[in-house]
């Protein structure tokens, strides 16, 4: 995700869908991080006191954490949305017949939603494969009500630092997603004009027993490198050797360390909920907190 600077770091939105139609089928197997960053995402909720009319799960992939939303609020109507249609197709077979839930294709920068419609969007590691986070903000902030509130999460710069740097060692090329840092997040979130805005950087190591199989997990929920300057083709077998040695530097108790900078947010979109004080401060009632159990 970019907001400005080199185009070749653009991500090629035809190149994300395609990669994300051709994981759909076995996504929930491999995708073991994003699926315990959703439910982190979704306890975090314990925080504020809402009860939303309409939820939007942006970048919904399967419907996993929709299904975790709907048990949440039984009453609420859920729109998942993602630009996959075979992610929607899957999520559409798995959702509960009891859960309210409606299915839409589409993109986080030109949202097909009418404006204030949202009370709850919720966006689990989606933002981070759009290409200008100012404009993702703002149609987030377009489409939620007054008071209505963002919960999100995305990936932070220090993301497979390891395979970037063993990369590194095999060409110039771009083979590794760049990603926003954390307070630049947050300065587009006031620049948008949320309110409240709250983050939180977490640090996550999975573990492979080679590289191959880093590779083949990325494959599998389709997170592969779709900037615009990207690497083209396959690795050859030479070039696929020097990466493997390369990794092999971070080697630690007999496992390949994977590291994930996971940057968690909410912010509230402009309404009653809070209002400027004479000393520049926010007042923010207490209503709209909820203590964690």
Known sequence: MVSSGNPSFFMEKRAVRRAFEQ????????????????????????????????????????????????????RARLLALDLASNML?????????????????????????????????????????????????REFARVLRPGGLLMFST?????LKELRHAFAAVDDQSHVSHFIDMHDIGDALVRQGYEMPVLDVEHYQLTYAAVDDLLRDLRNIGATNAAAGRARGLLTPRRLQAL????????????????????YGHAWGGGPHASPREDGGIVFPLTRLRRRP
Do not use: H
């Open 23 to 74: 994981a759909a089928a076995g996504y929930e197997t491999s995708a073991v991080l994003q699926d315990q960053v959703g439910a982190q995402l979704i306890e975090r909720l314990d925080l504020v006191k809402l009860e939303p009319q309409w939820i939007l799960d942006m970048g919904s992939g399967t419907g996993l954490q929709s299904r975790r939303l709907n048990r949440r609020y039984p």
């Open 89 to 137: 197709q899957q999520a559409r077979r798995r959702k509960g017949w009891r859960q309210r839930q409606y299915f839409c294709q589409g993109d986080a920068e030109d949202l097909p939603l009418a404006t204030a419609s949202i009370d709850l969007l919720y966006a689990n590691m989606s933002m981070q494969w759009c290409n200008d986070l100012d404009q993702v903000l």
């Open 155 to 159: 990936l932070g710069p220090d993301t």
């Open 244 to 263: 493997r040695q390369a990794y092999e530097g971070f080697r630690a108790d007999g496992r390949l360390p994977a590291t994930y900078e996971v940057v």
